[in-house]
């Protein structure tokens, strides 16, 4: 297989890779979708031989992301993706304990997206901060 891009889209689609595998293998220890590592292997390996040799970086045998790479700011915008996924769920889950409801039909969605808006609004002028549990 070819496919004909820019060094700018190759540059891309290594963030892409990168943080593809990073959510699907970043939580798992020892049961990682190995397929995923050697695909994000394969492609950092090709960074070198398309001018793009500081991105990657060779250990005991293997091409992994270098460190200049991964302090690059695509954890940045991980940790942006992974707080909005975070505040999302919570708004959500609260506002179906609300309304004690586990699933939603149509008649309550309107009131599930307006209870949700109303907890999204908190979350983004306070974020965690008014939140209290009573254990």
């Not at 892409?16 to 394969?42: C, H, M, P």
């Not at 954890?75 to 959500?92: C, G, K, N, R």
């Not at 889950?93 to 949700?116: C, F, G, H, W, Y």
């Amino acid at each position: 297989m070819e496919i004909q891009i820019t060094t700018k889209e190759f540059r891309h689609l290594l963030d892409l890779v990168y943080i593809g595998n990073w959510i699907l293998n970043s939580t798992r220890a020892t049961d990682r979708f190995e397929y995923y590592d050697l695909l994000q292997e394969k492609f950092f390996a090709l960074a070198s031989q398309n001018g793009l040799s500081e991105l990657a970086q060779t250990y005991m045998g293997h091409v992994f992301p270098s460190k200049a790479y991964e302090e690059g700011g695509i954890h940045d915008a991980i940790a942006d993706y992974e707080d909005a996924v975070f505040f999302d769920i919570l708004a959500e889950e609260l506002a179906r304990r609300d309304m004690t409801i586990e699933q939603v039909n149509p008649d309550d969605l309107k009131e599930l997206a307006s209870r949700m808006d109303s907890y999204m609004t908190e979350f983004e002028a306070n974020g965690i901060e008014n939140i209290n549990l009573n254990i």
